[in-house]
């Protein structure tokens, strides 16, 4: 195990996530749930409109908030385009390149990469793809939760998508 900087162990975290719209661009909702020491805390979240990557990106960000010190974290998510951003060195890239992809285009979901950056730099984390539906219980959740979210509390307005 890791140690941070005082000489503690990290906490050891696993974290699900997984977005969902209807629509693309259209409702949308997130679902995430985390796992510390046996204890599972659920948190989900619907939007009138948004896209399903913003979605996926929005579920890892909100979990990683949550966490209150330096973690050592597994992240599963279905989304590909959030692990292999990671995985595959992506985001760092982009970065680099001025937020522009290989085909000199903007990146898509800026803000959201940002703040993922940000909070991927406070902890230790694996980005772990996961096929969706396919019988993880732990994606199966956050995909229910994603879901219900989106049906039952979609007021919520993504603020930079819908000003763009």
């Not at 969902?20 to 979240?45: D, F, H, Q, W």
């Not at 390149?97 to 800026?110: E, F, I, S, T, Y």
Request: proline letters at 2%; charged letters at 25%.
């Amino acid at each position: 195990m890791k140690n941070n900087a005082i000489g503690d162990v990290l906490k050891k975290v696993e974290i699900y996530t997984d977005g969902a719209c209807t629509g693309n661009p259209g409702k949308g909702g997130y679902g995430a749930v985390l796992i510390y020491n046996g204890n599972e805390k659920r948190i989900s979240k619907g939007f009138r409109k948004t896209t399903n990557n913003r979605m996926e990106l929005m579920a890892a960000i909100e979990s990683l908030k949550l966490l209150k010190e330096e973690c050592e974290v597994n992240l599963y998510s279905d989304s590909k385009y959030l692990t292999d951003a990671i995985n595959q060195n992506w985001l760092s890239s982009w970065r680099k390149n001025g937020w522009k992809k290989a085909d000199k285009k903007p990146v898509l979901n800026r803000d959201l990469w940002e703040e993922l950056l940000f909070l991927i730099n406070k902890h230790r984390i694996k980005f772990i793809w996961v096929k969706g539906h396919n019988g993880n219980p732990y994606n199966e959740i956050c995909d229910t939760m994603a879901v219900e979210a989106y049906n039952n509390s979609s007021d919520n307005i993504d603020q930079t998508y819908e000003n763009l």
